[in-house]
């Protein structure tokens, strides 16, 4: 059997309580945290051509690396 990668930070513990959560929710719930995400007035959402996608990636990346070294200084 493959062992399962996970991305920095998370592990099968997390995923779990992670998928318990959604599949807990009921439809209402659902719908309720998909537009919450929606108002928040920090991110936004966007159709991205995928050729632009790595670009897009690295400066998120990027900008995560500065917002933690502001915060940390």
Not at 58 to 69: F, N, T, Y
């Amino acid at each position: 059997m493959k062992k399962s990668k996970f991305p920095k930070g998370w592990d099968e513990k997390k995923v779990k309580r992670v998928l318990a959560h959604y599949e807990k929710q009921t439809e209402e719930e659902a719908v309720a945290e998909d537009e919450a995400a929606y108002e928040t007035r920090t991110q936004t959402a966007m159709d991205i051509p995928v050729q632009l996608v790595p670009k897009v990636r690295e400066l998120i990346a990027k900008h995560q690396a500065l917002q933690h070294v502001e915060t940390t200084a």
